[in-house]
């Protein structure tokens, strides 16, 4: 009688230490994302920034990942980064030489990166040199920055190419409103980049201006892309509108979300998903 109380403990105890393991395993989280950002010069992009913040943590605590974030660009170097599956820049890029090493060889060696807006914008003569080779015309491959819409505006988004990011979107979806950016180099010449997402013919104009070159009445604008030989996929979602001319009040408020978006959301979400389960 003896023995098989023993037994019955002894295999209490297993089902209880498996039920223990198994849920542990449940509730470990898929990955981790740092994001690293400046949110210091253009309203809309702190704007942008603060969103972000708001908007990634709940998507962690629903879909189980985690969430981190950082203004100290220091931390960008090789033992940091090895707690991290995935990288994002929310606004800027690094400008000190050795972290950019050390994120060259991070996404060299298997990392994992998402991009949005103004982190892949470098102009020769402005404040954001063009002076990041591998950055801009290797990794990203847009070369510098061209030109751009004004005033932030919605457009009609097409998607390019079948991808995990893609995959649960219609052809054609309604963006937030956004500053789209023009590149100097054409994307669709480079056999390293595939383009996900493009501006649709059907939002023409787009941009209001004041000036006439704001304001794009025809061509070819892609707006997210992967590229082949790395984990990666930059969007240029990530400037709001804004009350610049203080039309409400003088706090300079927010006027658009770039979450508010379902469907952009949508591609922003299962992007990082894809990037932190750690398939090319």
């Excluded at 962690?60 to 931390?75: M, P, R």
């Excluded at 509108?241 to 299962?270: P, Q």
């Amino acid at each position: 009688m003896h023995h098989l109380k023993h037994i019955a403990v002894l295999c209490c105890a297993l089902i209880f230490a498996c039920t223990v393991h198994a849920q542990a395993r449940k509730n470990k989280p898929k990955f981790k994302v740092i994001a690293f950002y400046t949110a210091r010069n253009d309203l809309a992009h702190i704007s942008f920034v603060h969103e972000a913040n708001t908007w990634f943590p709940a998507m962690a605590k629903k879909y189980n990942f985690v969430y981190d974030s950082t203004q100290n660009w220091a931390n960008l170097n090789a033992g940091y980064l090895a707690h991290y599956n995935v990288v994002l820049f929310l606004d800027t890029r690094p400008e000190d030489p050795a972290q950019r090493a050390a994120f060259q060889t991070y996404m060299e060696h298997g990392g994992a990166w998402m991009g949005f807006h103004f982190s892949a914008f470098a102009l020769k003569t402005s404040g954001v040199e063009q002076n990041w080779d591998w950055y801009h015309q290797t990794f990203l491959g847009s070369g510098q920055y061209g030109s751009n819409t004004w005033r932030p505006t919605s457009a009609i988004l097409r998607v390019e190419a079948k991808h995990p990011a893609t995959k649960n979107l219609p052809q054609t979806f309604t963006s937030a409103p956004n500053e789209w950016y023009r590149w100097q180099n054409d994307l669709r010449k480079n056999p390293d980049i595939r383009i996900l997402l493009a501006i649709d013919s059907a939002s023409f104009p787009v941009g209001t201006g004041p000036k006439q070159s704001e304001i794009w009445h025809s061509g070819y604008y892609p707006v997210a892309w992967a590229n082949k030989s790395y984990k990666m996929i930059y969007v240029n979602m990530g400037h709001n509108d804004m009350d610049y001319e203080h039309k409400y009040d003088k706090t300079n408020r927010t006027l658009s979300h770039t979450f508010d978006s379902e469907m952009e959301s949508k591609f922003i979400l299962d992007g990082l998903m894809w990037l932190g389960r750690g398939n090319k």
